[in-house]
């Protein structure tokens, strides 16, 4: 029982660092694809939004969106101010 018990958690962090690192990534993305749309990269931006998009379907469709979008929005706007400076 034991085992299982700390099996479970070590799941439980190493998926929530998967999504963590997702959300980063995927919200990296989106930022880069909105500064190509500035740049009239519309190509580039398009590529880069749908690179975005993929890993935010992979947690919409495993029912796991909300989660993943609290982290997406808080990287999401923590680098768009990094980027103001």
């Known amino acids: 029982m034991k085992y299982i018990i700390f099996g479970a958690i070590i799941l439980m962090i190493v998926s929530c660092n998967s999504m963590k690192s997702d959300a980063k990534k995927a919200a990296s993305l989106v930022n880069k694809s ?31 969106a909300d989660e993943f979008f609290e982290h997406f929005a808080s990287y999401r706007d923590k680098e768009k101010k990094q980027n103001a400076k």
Do not use: M, P, R
């Not at 519309?42 to 749908?50: G, I, R, V």
């Open 34 to 64: 909105i500064e190509q749309s500035h740049d009239l990269e519309f190509k580039k931006a398009e590529k880069t939004y749908l690179k975005a998009q993929d890993i935010i379907n992979k947690y919409v469709e495993k029912g796991k």
